[in-house]
């Protein structure tokens, strides 16, 4: 026996595949959407229905859905009907959006460390762990990209200037700055966090790639710490 509905069997008005080709994705609700991603739904709920309820379950949060894992979503006995097929598909697509939303927030010009925290907090923001990123700038101090060097406890040995450098070589960033978040909230520097900033900065002179600053973010972007403005270097 057949236990779920595709979208062809919708009726006409809950078609959202056919919504998009005439009148666009914009006007589809979230749950639409959700709907054409995962393409059917379960016995006697509709694909619109099951994206519905998923979306209540996570009070139509889509930064809290984003954060979620494939088994979160497979083994919730509250979201029967999504498998691990439909789950990476909806976490697919929804990094899609994140990244999407990420790279308009770029080509931002850093005039001050505040304009790089500010950047970076939101960058930043909700991270559970310690993230080592930089942000590669342009002549200009216009950051182009941000690019992921470690999760986890960040240290010297963990980031190495070869993997700090080789993003800002390849893409001809003319300086950089390196940056990681405490989601404790202090952004007090650690021993390693200075040991591994005093380490980045030589590896930048010898490659002809400055280090503008190395700042600490928490959520807040008022509470940040500038290696700079402290002049470590």
């Known amino acids: 026996m057949k236990n779920h509905l595709t979208l062809r069997e919708l009726s006409e008005d809950d078609k959202p595949r056919e919504k998009i080709m005439q009148h666009g994705a914009g006007l589809l609700s979230n749950a ?13 709920m509709t694909a619109v229905e099951l994206g519905q309820r998923l979306l209540n379950f996570y009070d139509s949060d889509l930064e809290r859905l984003h954060k979620v894992s494939v088994d979160e979503l497979c083994q919730n006995e509250d979201l ?33 460390p505040m304009d790089a925290a500010a950047f970076l907090s939101q960058e930043m923001f909700g991270f559970e762990r310690e993230h080592f990123e930089i942000l590669l700038l342009n002549t200009k101090n ?21 993997e700090v450098f080789n993003p800002a070589i390849r893409q001809r960033a003319t300086s950089i ?57």
Request: aromatic letters at 4%.
């Open 32 to 44: 639409e959407l959700i709907a054409v991603i995962i393409g059917s739904g379960q016995r006697n």
């Open 177 to 233: 700055i390196l940056a990681h978040n405490h989601p404790s909230g202090d952004t007090t520097p650690s021993s390693n966090d200075i040991e591994l900033t005093e380490r980045q900065v030589q590896a930048g002179k010898l490659l002809g790639i400055e280090v503008l600053d190395h700042i600490v973010v928490s959520d807040c972007a008022e509470d940040y710490f500038s290696f700079k403005e402290h002049d470590y270097f």
């Open 142 to 162: 216009v950051v182009f990209k941000t690019e992921l060097i470690s999760v986890g406890t960040v240290n010297a040995s963990l980031v190495h200037p070869r």
């Open 80 to 112: 029967k009907g999504i498998g691990e097929a439909k789950a990476c598909k909806i976490i697919a697509a929804l990094e899609l959006g994140s990244r999407v939303k990420h790279q308009k927030k770029t080509m931002v010009q850093i005039k001050s």
